[in-house]
C-alpha cells in the first residue's frame, strides 16, 4: 500500500486549513495516511487530524519550532523520512511549507513537484497537473528518481472534509534531538493583522479593488459593500505594491487563493497572475471601464462602468432589498 504522509502545519497551535485539505485528498489517493505535527499544541491537534483521514499522527511538542524558522521542522521531517521512507508528502504551499520543501529537496536530493493539483497514483505513479507560464498553460508532471516524492499544494487546491469512518489515529511521540545548527534564525516577533469580518481565504463573498479605484481612500467602497454583503475585501498586487493596502489582502500567483461563491473584481484589469488565484470562484462579476479588459473573459457576469459610482449605487440598492 502506498504510504502517503502530510505534513499538518500547525499556527498558534491549530492546524492550518491547508493541511487538512491535503488530509482529505491524501485518504482518497490511500487509506495508509500518516500526518507530521511539530510545535506547541501539535498532540492536542491530533483528534482533528483523524477526523480528516490520519490513521496515524506523529508529534514532537517543541517550542523550538515556533522559536527558529523553518530549519527545525525541516530537519525533523527529513530525519523521519530517511527511517521510514513514505511514497509521498504533502506539504501546503505556505511561507513555511515553501521553506521547508526547499530544504527537504536539497537535503534529500528527491526533488519536488510546486504548485501541484489534481494528484492521482495510477500503478505507484504520482501524477500531478500544475500550471506553467503564470498558469497560462496547465501540464501533468511526474515526478521520478528518489524515495520519497514531495509536493507543495496551494491552499483551496482541494475542499476540505471530515471522513465519513473517522477514528481516532495513533498517536506516536517523535524522539528528535534538534540540532544547535538548527537553531540559528530567531523569530524575532510575529504581528498579527487585526481584521474584521471572515477572513478572506473562507469568505463566502469577496470583494477585490485594483486601481480602477484611483486611490487608497475609495477602497472604503469596498469595505462598506462586503459589510452588507458579509463579505470580506481582497486586492489585486499592483495596489497592493502601491501601499494602498496590506500585504494581507492580495489575490493571485503570489498572494492567496480564494474561492468563494461570489468574487466581485472591481477596478481590476484580469492580469493572469490575480486570476489564477480567484478563477475557482463560482460565480464572478466584474466592474471596469474598458469593454476589452481580460477580466471579462473569465466573468459571469460584466459591467461597464466606473466602480466609483457602481459600487456605491449597488451598495444602496442591497440594502433597499435587504429592506
Sequence with gaps: MTKVWVYAELTGGQVARVSLELLTKARQLTGDVTAIALGTGASAQAATLGQYGAKRVLVHEDAAYEQFLSEPAAD?????????KPDLLLIGTTYNGRDIASRLNARLDCGVITDGAQLSLEGG????????????????????????RLVLVRPKSFTAEVAADAAAPQVE???????????????????????????????????????????????????DLAATLGGAVGASRAVVDAGWVPYSYQVGQTGKTVKPSVYIAAGISGAIQHTVGMKGAKYIIA?????????F?????????????VVPALNEEIKRRKA
Design 76 to 84: 525533523t521531517i527529513a530525519t523521519l523520512i530517511e527511517q521510514e
Design 125 to 148: 505513479q504520482l501524477k500531478a497537473q500544475v500550471p506553467w507560464y503564470s498558469a497560462t498553460t496547465i501540464v501533468d508532471v511526474t515526478l521520478s528518481g528518489g524515495i520519497t
Design 173 to 223: 511521540q517523535i524522539q528528535v534531538q534538534i540540532s544547535q545548527q538548527a537553531r540559528r534564525a530567531i523569530v524575532v516577533e510575529n504581528v498579527v493583522q487585526a481584521s474584521e469580518g471572515p477572513k478572506l481565504e473562507e469568505a463566502s463573498v469577496v470583494i477585490s479593488g485594483g486601481r480602477g479605484l484611483k486611490q487608497a481612500e475609495n477602497f472604503k467602497l469596498l469595505h
Design 287 to 295: 466592474i471596469n471601464t474598458d469593454p476589452d479588459a481580460p477580466i
Design 297 to 309: 473573459k473569465f466573468a459571469d457576469l460584466g459591467v461597464v462602468g466606473d466602480v466609483l459610482k
